[in-house]
């Protein structure tokens, strides 16, 4: 397993931007699919966007398609959401996800990533 750690999150008006990082230890990241998941309160955690350990090809949730874009990299073990045109509605913690060699990527994949980072805070208000 990898340790994660998320930074980046914050306040910002609806129609901002801000770029979320999760750093990676060890010396294999680019054998890691990478995801990002968020959790609102009351609310179960729910994938967001991935990135695969193989080809770098990326998946995003319909919600924040357009909007959000996750990319990668290796060199600086680190995986990046940027996040524009954010909405009160994307308001919630964000989790940055590791599992090695993991081929399928995209929702209904939380239970698939071994190592979670303790996440970010992100508040769009409106």
């Known amino acids: 397993q990898v340790q994660l750690v998320e930074s980046g999150g914050g306040l910002v008006q609806a129609g901002g931007s801000l770029r979320l990082s999760c750093a990676a230890s060890?010396?294999?990241?680019?054998?890691?699919?990478m995801g990002w998941f968020r959790q609102a309160p009351g609310k179960e955690r729910e994938f967001v966007a991935g990135i695969r350990w193989s080809d770098d090809n990326t998946y995003y949730a319909d919600f924040v398609k357009g909007r959000f874009s996750i990319s990668r990299d290796n060199a600086k073990n680190t995986v990046y959401l940027q996040m524009n045109s954010l909405k009160p509605e994307d308001t919630a913690g964000y989790y940055c996800?590791?599992?090695?060699?993991?081929?399928?990527?995209?929702?209904?994949?939380?239970?698939?990533?071994?190592?979670w980072g303790q996440g970010t805070q992100v508040t769009v208000s409106s």
């Open positions: 996800a590791a599992e090695p060699f993991l081929d399928v990527v995209g929702p209904a994949t939380r239970f698939r990533y071994g190592s």
């Open positions: 060890g010396r294999t990241f680019s054998s890691y699919t």
